[in-house]
């Protein structure tokens, strides 16, 4: 009988969710910026942190 672990990571995407809607207030976006945020915001973080990582 295999067991199968199930983890949830909730945290995380509400952080990342608040640091998005923060963006958006802090940078007064209107709603189609904001939309781009949404799909652009990840990829400059992912971005910034990749060196650090390897």
Known sequence: ????K???HTSLGAFWFAG??????Y???NFW???LGLF???YFIGVHL???LT
């Open 1 to 4: 009988m295999e067991r199968i």
């Open 6 to 8: 199930i983890t949830q």
């Open 20 to 25: 998005w809607l923060f963006s958006i207030g």
């Open 27 to 29: 940078l007064h976006l």
């Open 33 to 35: 910026m904001g939309l």
């Open 40 to 42: 652009v915001w990840p």
């Open 50 to 52: 990749a060196p650090p």
